[in-house]
């Protein structure tokens, strides 16, 4: 946890957010000779990226993995340290039959083809094909993956859509061609991973040399030109400011900056299994038993460190519609699992309000570019794409910015990133 400095009068920087965004920019200006001071809210740093261990069990805030081959990641942590536990570089999904199949997204397409054989008729599949190569054509924002894989409904239904649901809590329709493509890249050549010590060790690695420089705590109400006021009155005079915030706290600190930003919210299910519950180190997405669960992971398969207790850890990830959704989770975890469900021990249950942005970055900044004021610069990952990459990019962007505007170097040369 980050100490708790004496709160300076002026400092260089001022980063308002302490989650990955703002860690990213304060860490390359930290590599490039610029203090900064963080203010962040919350009691812990790493915003969504959140970790909790109790009674020998570590619980993400939520289901989240990270993608190894993220170009943003490979900038700014030591894979190595962080002692990467791989999931299956694949999906299991639900078969016609009432069984279910598990398809790679390795580097063998011949694999791949093969798992197709289980859904799609080798029709749908052309057709599929065929349509991922006229979207190369198309411009950067256009075409969503839902509309050009109508003709191949099979394909749609039983594996893309759950898939980019699990990935983007529910938004699937609103993916473009472009943001699948570089998620399957992703997935394909790096596959999916949790830190050995969980989620939050991203935000602990990235904030490790500079850790007595981070306010928690320290709720900020107003922001200026060159200026921040806590909520206590206390004022920080600075050279620039960086707002790392979502965009609905961006928005009530500096209104008229951004349009409107629409996030998906999610639910969160940790339960301990008895058992193994037969998926392996995959991740299952229901194509076809209808019900809010997105996704379920045995992480114990995944990551044997995560629970040190007997039993499997088991995490679900749903969308939490409704007053009782989190039971209507569990009653199609027992329909799909079976009777065995009931005796699962249920450790925790989280809704995570405001969990990723679903507007289209190319519709949130009324300006064209993250440099919104005098000594005011926006970081986060609306700006850019919702993901941890989208989340480091913005605030490395940023850092570059407040480096042009203290040094005159930013818009010359790239930053020094680890």
């Not at 190569?133 to 894989?149: E, I, K, N, T």
């Not at 209507?328 to 079976?338: K, Y």
Request: net charge neutral; aromatic share 6%.
């Amino acid at each position: 946890m980050a100490s708790k400095p004496k709160r300076p009068d002026a400092a260089p920087v001022v980063i308002v957010g302490a989650g990955l965004a703002g860690l990213a920019c304060a860490k390359v200006l930290d590599l490039n000779g610029i203090s900064s001071i963080i203010f962040e809210a919350s009691n812990h740093i790493g915003g969504k990226v959140a970790t909790t261990v109790t009674d020998g069990v570590t619980i993400d805030r939520g289901f989240q993995v990270y993608l190894p081959d993220y170009p943003e990641g490979r900038r700014f942590f030591d894979h190595e340290s962080l002692e990467l536990q791989p999931l299956f570089r694949g999906i299991t999904f639900d078969l016609p039959s009432g069984g279910r199949a598990t398809l790679s997204f390795g580097e063998d397409r011949i694999e791949f083809a093969k798992s197709l054989r289980y859904i799609s008729s080798p029709s749908d599949i052309l057709n599929a094909a065929r349509t991922i190569a006229r979207s190369r054509a198309l411009p950067q924002d256009g075409g969503q993956v839902m509309d050009l894989l109508a003709r191949s409904s099979a394909l749609r239904s039983t594996i893309v859509e759950p898939f980019l649901q699990g990935v983007y809590l529910g938004e699937a329709r609103r993916v473009s061609v472009q943001e699948l493509r570089f998620l399957w890249d992703r997935f394909r050549h790096g596959g999916a991973s949790l830190p050995a010590a969980g989620m939050n060790a991203l935000a602990q690695q990235l904030a490790s040399s500079f850790m007595e420089s981070i306010i928690l705590d320290a709720q900020v109400s107003a922001v200026a030109s060159r200026s921040i006021t806590l909520a206590d009155g206390h004022t920080v005079a600075s050279e620039v400011t960086v707002l790392a915030t979502s965009a609905d706290v961006t928005a009530s600190l500096l209104p008229g900056v951004l349009h409107d930003v629409v996030y998906s919210t999610v639910g969160a299910l940790t339960l301990i299994a008895p058992e193994p519950i037969d998926l392996g180190t995959s991740v299952y997405v229901p194509s076809l038993r209808p019900g809010p669960i997105l996704t379920v992971t045995d992480l114990s398969a995944v990551a044997p460190i995560y629970n040190r207790r007997a039993g499997h850890l088991v995490s679900v990830s749903y969308r939490p519609t409704g007053s009782n959704a989190h039971t209507t989770a569990l009653n199609q975890l027992r329909a799909t699992f079976g009777p065995v469900v009931d005796t699962w021990e249920l450790l925790d249950v989280t809704v995570i309000d405001k969990a990723l942005p679903i507007t289209p970055p190319s519709s949130v900044l009324r300006t064209s570019e993250n440099l919104v004021g005098d000594g005011l610069v926006l970081a986060g990952d609306y700006l850019e794409s919702a993901s941890i990459n989208g989340a480091l990019r913005s605030g490395r962007k940023a850092a570059r910015t407040v480096m042009e505007k203290i040094s005159g170097v930013g818009s010359r040369l790239e930053p020094r990133v680890k």
